[in-house]
């Protein structure tokens, strides 16, 4: 699925939410929308802050749909401990390119590519399979990933 990111879904324009110039909710390192103690936007919908490079992708979703969850937690619970988005984020996918691939991964130490011709593309395929049964649970999700 691709998210364009210079506009956000036309349903926003019509809230009172603060939107970005592409019309994505702003939120703070937590998730928390801009101004609005009580509400929180995660993924394709929300603003990411970070460097210019930064692409909306599943993992970072994940991750800010968990952090959310922790942080309203957090609240209802009286803690003070939050987690923040931003120290994650990077691009991290294999390109398929129908008989090979490539690894890409960037973040704000080190970016590089990886060319893998003929063995990538089975390996995508692998983890396309292995995503798919993690997430309904019929696969442990191995640590880290």
């Given at each position: 699925?691709?998210?364009?990111?210079?506009?956000?879904?036309?349903?926003?324009?019509?809230?009172?939410?603060?939107?970005?110039?592409?019309?994505?909710?702003?939120?703070?390192?937590?998730?928390?929308?801009?101004?609005y103690?009580?509400?929180?936007?995660?993924?394709?919908?929300?603003?990411?802050?970070?460097?210019?490079?930064?692409?909306?992708?599943?993992?970072?979703a994940?991750?800010?749909?968990?952090?959310?969850?922790?942080?309203?937690?957090?609240?209802?619970?009286?803690?003070?401990?939050?987690?923040?988005?931003?120290?994650?984020?990077?691009?991290?996918?294999?390109?398929?390119?129908?008989?090979?691939?490539a690894?890409?991964?960037?973040?704000?130490?080190?970016?590089?590519?990886?060319?893998?011709?003929?063995?990538?593309?089975?390996?995508?395929?692998?983890?396309?399979?292995?995503?798919?049964?993690?997430?309904?649970?019929?696969?442990?999700?191995?640590?880290?990933?």
């Amino acid at each position: 699925m691709f998210i364009a990111a210079g506009a956000g879904p036309a349903l926003l324009k019509e809230s009172d939410l603060p939107l970005s110039e592409g019309g994505f909710i702003k939120i703070d390192n937590y998730c928390q929308v801009n101004g609005y103690p009580n509400i929180y936007a995660v993924g394709d919908i929300a603003a990411f802050e970070g460097p210019e490079w930064i692409a909306k992708q599943g993992h970072i979703a994940e991750l800010m749909g968990r952090n959310a969850t922790y942080n309203i937690r957090g609240i209802e619970n009286g803690t003070p401990k939050r987690k923040g988005y931003q120290e994650h984020l990077n691009i991290l996918c294999i390109m398929d390119t129908g008989d090979g691939a490539a690894f890409v991964f960037r973040n704000g130490q080190k970016a590089l590519m990886i060319p893998m011709p003929i063995v990538g593309h089975w390996l995508k395929k692998g983890w396309g399979i292995y995503s798919k049964l993690t997430k309904v649970g019929k696969f442990p999700r191995l640590p880290g990933l």
